[in-house]
């Protein structure tokens, strides 16, 4: 049974490597942290807010929740937990629900537009609070599962961005992608976060995200460490092992090499296993 220090800490340093392996923060940044009143943006602000204090950088952090409109949404939950907090915090109320409950067959998941139409309004709002970043709490199994459903339904291998430049140029961070979920939520059931409710539009959650999560967490229960090897995996990436033209072109490929250094069968379970030693811990 981990206590709730070590958790911090493990969160925190990994946290800290996503934060330093893709150059996230810089002096001067000003990062809108995106929070809905889950477990995992609690976290992210919780350790961010952390990471502020003692990093040689400095950097602001602006909060921002989006109250979408969902009938019952418990804002003052939220607002209580911030004003307690001293974080500087901004809740925009704008309507999607409305919008997303009328373009959406009532059978059908809401999950997609909603997210579409929330990050358009988080762009808006970075600009009108002057951030240039924006963080998100996607973590080590959102990523996997998503790396797993464009690999089985979308026909793309593909996770998700630690960090993107939006095309309104603000810069989308993920600093948790290293993290586990059930770090995340032992911890946020530790630090007693005022969680509120994610099922207030009454949509079916992304079916098929839930299926494959079920996957991957079947998978780790029969063989501890699979969810370590596919995080690995997605940064020990042999582009020539792939089958995609443009990628060899790219790269100026003509054929594969088979090389013992370039990890060809004998390399790559040595590769793997040091890989794996940096991230199971
Ligand atoms: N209503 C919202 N207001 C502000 N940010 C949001 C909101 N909903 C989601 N986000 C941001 O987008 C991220 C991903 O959203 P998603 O709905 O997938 O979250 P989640 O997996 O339920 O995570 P969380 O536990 O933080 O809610 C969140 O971690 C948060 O950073």
């Known amino acids: 049974m981990v206590d709730a220090v070590d958790l911090e800490k493990k969160l925190s340093r990994a946290m800290g490597r996503a934060i330093g392996d893709f150059n996230m923060i810089a002096e001067g940044d000003r990062i809108l ?21 003692k990093a040689p950088v400095s950097f602001e952090l602006e909060v921002v929740n989006i109250d979408q409109g969902h009938p019952g949404y418990p804002a003052d939950v939220l607002r209580d937990y911030m004003a307690r907090e001293n974080h500087r915090f901004t809740m925009i109320e704008e309507d999607t629900y409305s919008i997303v409950t009328e373009k959406i067959p009532a059978n ?13 309004i988080l762009y808006r709002v970075a600009t009108e609070l002057r951030c240039n970043k924006i963080a998100l709490g996607h973590h080590r199994d959102d990523v996997l599962q998503t790396f797993l459903l464009n690999f089985l339904f979308a026909g793309q291998l593909a996770a998700m961005p630690p960090k993107l430049v939006a095309s309104t140029g603000h810069i989308v961070l993920r600093p948790l992608l290293y993290c586990a979920e059930e770090d995340i939520a032992a911890f946020a059931e530790a630090q007693k976060f005022p969680i509120l409710p994610c099922d207030l539009c009454g949509s079916q959650d992304n079916l098929q995200r839930k299926v494959v999560g079920r996957m991957i967490d079947q998978l780790e229960r029969d063989r501890p460490g699979t969810k370590a090897s596919m995080l690995a995996a997605l940064q020990n990436v042999r582009p020539s092992q792939l089958l995609d033209r443009n990628l060899w072109a790219q790269l100026g490929l003509e054929a594969a090499r088979d090389l013992p250094e370039s990890g060809g069968e004998s390399g790559a379970p040595l590769i793997m296993a040091t890989r794996l030693a940096r991230h199971v811990s």
């Open 33 to 53: 942290v995106a929070v809905s009143g889950g477990k995992d943006s609690y976290t992210m602000l919780h350790l961010l807010r952390q990471l502020q204090e």
């Open 108 to 120: 059908k998941t809401y999950c997609s537009l909603c997210s579409r139409l929330r990050r358009g």
